[in-house]
């Protein structure tokens, strides 16, 4: 289950989830493409991944839009040599009630969350099979992959979307060696949740202490916020496991929130 020689493409790495992701896929040996519509972000990402002794380098990329994702995919294999391991993290949050959404955010919502992991999806696997030596596709889905919550309908329908997706990339994938999986975590407190804290608690009309308390981490076994190491490490193991025993299958780190 060793990333040494591996080549691994992380979306929305400048920040957050992703960027964890990317420096653990680093430190276990791959060498990692940061891939962030930020590049000066992405840049100081992978140089600091580089600083520590890794292998880095980063791609502006914009997800929703094909000629983008095309272009860094293919810069990427051509810099590094291959792509074995996709990781599409990239996404955003509105926190609104159903009948707020404009259909203008409703899209951009599906866009980014899935357009975006359809169209690297797509490019990866072109190059994960003809190469043949298959790979593994790795979804940033959420407990909201499997659980619904307010606020949140086309973050909701997303990531739930995303299961789907997994479910017949495994099973096309799995003759030519490419697994996918979906990774749903519980509420990690990066800056987009960050952000959601002040948002649900005017919409619910409660204090932000009890946004975090009682919407959060209520479920959790020990009322603790899932973290980007959590996340990161989970995507690890997949990116590593090289068989098909997991293939198509999600896993859910929430500290007990959402069981399966």
């Known amino acids: 289950m060793s990333l040494q020689g591996k080549v691994a493409l992380v979306t929305g790495a400048a920040s957050g989830i992703g960027e964890q992701t990317a420096r653990v896929l680093a430190a276990k040996g791959a060498a990692v493409v940061i891939a962030d519509l930020n590049l000066a972000n992405a840049q100081k990402v992978a140089a600091d991944i580089a600083a520590q002794g890794g292998k880095a380098f980063a ?83 959420s407990v909201h992959s499997h659980e619904g919550s307010k606020l949140k309908a086309p973050y909701v329908t997303a990531k739930h979307g995303l299961l789907g997706l997994a479910k017949v990339v495994a099973k096309e994938g799995g003759p030519r060696g490419v697994r996918a999986n979906v990774v749903c975590p519980g509420f990690v407190r990066t800056p987009l949740v960050e952000k959601q804290i002040p948002e649900q608690a005017q919409a619910l009309g409660i204090s932000e202490a009890d946004v975090v308390k009682n919407v959060m981490l209520k479920d959790t076994v020990d009322g603790e916020f899932t973290t980007v190491d959590d996340i990161a490490n989970v995507v690890a193991f997949l990116a590593g496991f090289d068989n098909n025993a997991l293939t198509g299958q999600s896993i859910v780190a929430s500290h007990g929130w959402f069981m399966q």
Not at 80 to 87: A, E, F, R, T
Not at 104 to 116: F, N, R, S, T, Y
């Open 59 to 141: 791609v502006s990329m914009d997800v929703t839009n094909e000629n983008a994702v095309n272009s860094g995919i293919e810069d990427s294999i051509a810099k590094l040599g291959g792509l074995d391991v996709l990781v599409s993290n990239a996404g955003i949050q509105i926190v609104k009630p159903v009948e707020d959404f404009t259909l203008a955010e409703w899209k951009q919502m599906l866009a980014i969350h899935l357009d975006g992991a359809f169209l690297t999806t797509r490019a990866a696997l072109k190059h994960m099979y003809k190469s043949g030596k298959g790979g593994s596709i790795i979804y940033m889905g």
